[in-house]
């Protein structure tokens, strides 16, 4: 669950600079790509949550056992446009070496209001569900969070993420529950993102989660991770009874080139 929170955190890395308008393809039409990235070489552990790696480590080692004989993995990815009104995208992606994949619909729906525009996932989107085949094919939702476009009197567009976002795997019995702060104009807070990560019961929490905050989750739900810190910047993880550590740096990601 932790190296999937730090893999979640990094899909934010395109909010972090520049706004940029989304791409709107016509009906059918098809992207594909593929990235080569390099294969960090590790032990063949499979208790990939005990690791100390930075966050860039444990995307890549989320699955267990690794081929020291590979330099690079490759990463392939398939989208299609479904619709067009409104505009829905399917997509897929993996990476065979590692048994991992990955499969979603990107559906959003923006709100605009005097001083900003709400970005936010639409009815046709519930998320990524990530599965991790080496681990007995774990399979994680993860939902997308709301974007609010502000700063446009001042004329310099920035992202900020707001509202909650979860992460569930029923197999594991393990959920994520990540809240953002929204920034105010006259105040500068320490952390805009904070979480835990807990155990629960899927057959009777299951289909509650996602409207849960943090103060929401039941004490019968035993927390076995917190995380929190600046979603664009640093974010840091802290296990029960052990000592708090870098789950991501965003500053040392870079978006990676494309085939």
């Not at 930075?54 to 619709?83: H, P, W």
Request: glycine letters at 8%; a positive charge; charged letters at 25%.
């Amino acid at each position: 669950m932790v190296a999937v929170l730090a893999w979640w955190f990094s899909k934010l890395l395109k909010h972090t600079g520049r706004v940029h308008k989304p791409f709107n393809s016509v009906l059918g039409e098809r992207f594909f790509c593929h990235w080569d990235v390099p294969c960090s070489a590790t032990s063949g552990s499979s208790d990939v949550s005990r690791r100390e790696d930075t966050a860039s480590s444990s995307i890549t080692n989320v699955s267990v056992g690794t081929d020291e004989t590979v330099d690079k993995l490759r990463v392939e990815y398939i989208t299609e446009q479904v619709s067009h009104h409104p505009p829905v995208s399917a997509f897929t992606y993996r990476c065979s070496e590692r048994g991992i994949e990955a499969v979603g619909i990107d559906h959003i729906k923006a709100k605009f209001t005097g001083l900003s525009a709400t970005v936010a996932p639409g009815s046709e989107s519930k998320g990524i569900f990530v599965t991790l085949k080496q681990r007995g094919n774990e399979t994680y939702k993860c939902t997308h969070p709301t974007g609010s476009i502000v700063g446009w009197l001042r004329g310099t567009l920035k992202v900020q993420m707001i509202e909650n976002s979860y992460i569930v795997c029923a197999k594991s019995g393990l959920a994520a529950v990540v809240e953002f702060k929204e920034e105010r104009w006259f105040s500068k807070d320490k952390g805009n993102v904070s979480g835990k990560v807990f155990r629960y019961n899927e057959s009777i929490f299951g289909d509650k989660i996602a409207s849960w905050r943090l103060k929401d989750i039941p004490k019968t739900c035993e927390v076995v991770a917190t995380f929190g810190g600046s979603w664009d910047q640093q974010v840091t993880v802290q296990r029960m009874k052990e000592p708090e550590r870098l789950l991501i740096d965003m500053a040392a990601l870079r978006i990676a080139d494309k085939s």
